[in-house]
């Protein structure tokens, strides 16, 4: 009898889920594991942290299995596991057949082979000598015009005599 009750509770109860997911990062080369529950924004955002400089960046995750369309998980969705057959990959910029653009994706700083995080490099400055020139440029024609309004005004009362002499 207690035989059967042990074979009945391993039949009815229902496989728990694997603890951990993992996925195939396609710009490190390698596989990342993740725990159940992780959301895939945090998981790409956490991949591209991992990125060398020039790697391309992960836009998101999906899974994919041979002969099935790929299902691609949101920022706010969790990743699940569907089962055999199915893995976790993640798509980059590559994938879509585009470059990468930094002007579109930010620069996440890495980490050297030692660990610390390498040195900042000078970045383009965002104020140069042509900004401050049409900044230059712009208060002179603000004050010329502000000259010509205000002798303008002083000698409009003359116009109007001058004007009104005529008739």
């Known amino acids: 009898m207690a035989e059967q009750e042990e074979e009945d509770s391993k039949v009815s109860s229902p ?3 694997h603890p951990v997911l993992e996925v195939i990062c396609k710009s490190l080369a ?3 594991r993740f725990a159940a529950g992780t959301k895939a924004g945090f998981a790409v955002s956490l991949l591209n ?3 060398d400089i020039g790697a391309p960046f992960v836009l998101h995750i999906e899974a994919v299995k041979d002969g099935e369309e790929p299902i691609s998980f949101g920022p706010d969705a969790v ?3 569907y089962g055999n057959g199915w893995k976790l990959q993640t798509v980059t910029v590559l994938d879509y057949g585009g470059v990468r653009q930094t002007e579109h994706f930010p620069q996440i700083p ?4 030692d660990g610390s995080r390498p040195a900042k490099t000078a970045s383009k400055p965002g104020i140069g000598f042509v900004y401050i020139a049409k900044i230059v440029v712009a208060f002179i ?9 205000t002798l303008a005004l002083e000698n409009l009362p003359r116009l109007i ?4 002499s005529f008739m």
């Open 110 to 113: 890495t980490q050297n082979s």
């Open 15 to 17: 496989q728990p889920p």
């Open 30 to 32: 390698k596989t990342s």
């Open 49 to 51: 942290r991992k990125l």
């Open 79 to 81: 990743l699940v596991d």
């Open 161 to 164: 005599l001058f004007i009104n």
């Open 141 to 149: 024609l603000l004050f010329v015009l502000g000259a010509i309004f």
